[in-house]
């Protein structure tokens, strides 16, 4: 299934994007999609037997904003330097383990949402990325084969970073991760029923209509379920929580000087195969 929540921000209603593409309404159903929902098989089976039997109603897209996919947002875990392109790029060492970070749910947009470049920004840097959405708690979790079992689905996360903040200016790299508008989710959360392989999904992004990343999952150095496997060893990973996990080559930060870092007014769009697209154009914060 293809699940989105639509509507003005902090009001937004859960829906559904049908195998024929058209927009459904779920509010008569369930209250929102969250982890509540994706935890509980019994009402997502309500949910595909409504949309089978073509009894949801169909809502008029026309003009109706979409917001992130996802409600109620527990945490979100991400993982740095997770391609070897991109550690290459940054003539970073390939790592033994994976990096961890975190960005705040609040730094959560929908997909086509403006994102704000931060005051005193100079390095302002986009990173298109394939989010991880969970299901089941998981705590401990004793293979990557069982790790995925606990995955609900995947959509498309802009993992917008501030590289001067996030590198220069000491500490950890949070600061330069969890300015607001910093992580547009979405338009769907695809369920992993839908997913096969989620190594095996191309990845793009472009920069006012040039590509800048075309890569694939294909090139994790950590594949998704080592990624739950290995957080599950470290926390509780709950319903709703998300994992960002990671970006292929084509960063700001690899070019060559001037590095061709975001400003206002430059429109940014990505994509990942069969989870949809995203276009966001940037403003001053």
């Not at 060893?233 to 700001?252: C, E, H, K, R, S």
Request: proline share 7%; with cysteine; charged share 25%.
């Amino acid at each position: 299934m293809k699940l989105l929540r639509v509507g003005t921000a902090g009001a937004e209603r859960p829906a559904l994007l049908d195998e024929d593409g058209t927009l459904r309404d779920l509010s008569g159903l369930v209250a929102d999609i969250d982890g509540e929902l994706l935890s509980d098989e019994s009402a997502l089976q309500r949910v595909r037997a409504a949309a089978a039997a073509g009894d949801l109603p169909v809502l008029d897209g026309a003009g109706l904003r979409i917001g992130p996919p996802l409600g109620r947002i527990g945490k979100i875990v991400c993982i740095g330097l997770n391609y070897h392109d991109h550690a290459c790029e940054t003539g970073a060492a390939i790592p033994e383990e994976p990096i961890l970070f975190m960005k705040a749910p609040d730094t959560v947009v929908g997909p086509y949402d403006t994102v704000l470049v931060p005051r005193g920004s100079e390095k302002t840097d986009w990173e298109v990325e394939l989010a991880v959405v969970i299901g089941r708690t998981a705590r401990y979790l004793e293979s990557a084969e069982e790790a995925l079992g606990y995955v609900a689905g995947y959509a498309v996360a802009h993992d917008v970073s501030e590289r001067a903040f996030q590198i220069e200016r000491g500490g950890q790299w949070d600061k330069g991760k969890n300015c607001e508008t910093f992580n547009p989710l979405g338009p769907w959360l695809v369920t992993a029923d839908e997913v096969p392989d989620p190594q095996a999904l191309r990845l793009r992004l472009s920069v006012n209509g040039e590509v800048k990343q075309d890569g694939t999952t294909a090139e994790q150095i950590f594949p998704v379920g080592e990624v739950v496997w290995y957080l599950s060893q470290f926390m509780t990973l709950y319903p709703g929580d998300v994992i960002n996990t990671g970006t292929p080559a084509g960063v700001a930060l690899g070019h060559p000087d001037p590095k061709p870092f975001l400003k206002a007014g430059d429109v940014v769009e990505l994509e990942i195969e069969g989870l949809g697209r995203q276009r966001q154009e940037l403003k001053e914060a």
